[in-house]
């Protein structure tokens, strides 16, 4: 089988490199996709997210876009948005 290209699985970086989100199936639904916290280059500069915190939650599949909500590691508020797989490492 072959794999789906708007999957979104695996860990990507964001602009920068300030920090690395692992996406993988939600434990609550397996069918949305979380978003954790792996690595961040300075902890000083997001100050409101650990390692470890799913700072993407139960993003759900709307055709080939991922629609949910962000928590901002910089400043604690949250976003609604989507991301898309554009390619194979990256994100729009």
């Not at 390692?51 to 759900?60: A, F, H, K, T």
């Not at 599949?61 to 991301?83: A, I």
Request: include cysteine; hydrophobic fraction near 45%.
């Amino acid at each position: 089988a072959q794999a789906d290209p708007h999957d979104l699985r695996g860990s990507y970086a964001a602009p920068g490199l300030a920090l690395v989100v692992h996406f993988a199936p939600c434990a609550e639904a397996i069918d949305q996709r979380c978003g954790k916290l792996i690595w961040m280059w300075d902890a000083r500069q997001t100050p409101h997210a650990r390692i470890g915190d799913v700072i993407l939650p139960m993003l759900r599949r709307d055709g080939d876009v991922w629609v949910g909500r962000l928590k901002s590691p910089e400043n604690g508020w949250v976003f609604r948005g989507k991301l898309r797989v554009a390619r194979q490492g990256a994100l729009e």
